[in-house]
């Protein structure tokens, strides 16, 4: 099993900045991707970014390109999540997961393991 702890969150104004960590352990050497989704209330889970361990190739949403960078440490096994330019519109619980397939995917469905959230409330 992978365990995957976000930390991060907070309150900030628009425009602001936040930066999201996802710290894996476990069985890591069966992650391909660490991805970011959100959730914000009654609506589904989205995608919002995904990178490959190994490589650090990239994918974004529409929604957050230029304005978020993910990135990884593949010797402290963390992923993190830059966000700029913050929109109230942004404001959700942000999850990191875990997807042991070689192939990328935007779905939630295909990730293994999840964290147990972190709060991003962007106010306006």
């Known amino acids: 099993q992978v365990q995957l702890i976000e930390s991060g969150g907070g309150l900030v104004q628009a425009g602001g900045s936040l930066r999201l960590s996802c710290a894996a352990s476990?069985?890591?050497?069966?992650?391909?991707?660490m991805a970011w989704f959100r959730q914000a209330p009654g609506k589904e889970r989205e995608f919002v970014a995904a990178?490959?361990?190994?490589?650090?190739?990239?994918y974004y949403a529409d929604s957050v390109k230029g304005r978020f960078t993910i990135s990884r440490d593949n010797a402290q096994k963390t992923a993190y999540l830059e966000m700029n330019s913050l929109k109230p519109e942004d404001t959700a619980v942000y999850y990191c997961g875990s997807r042991s397939v070689f192939y990328y995917s935007t779905s939630p469905r295909a990730y293994d393991y999840w964290g147990q959230g972190t709060q991003v409330t962007v106010s306006s």
């Open positions: 476990g069985r890591t050497d069966s992650s391909y991707f």
């Open positions: 990178i490959r361990w190994s490589g650090g190739t990239t």
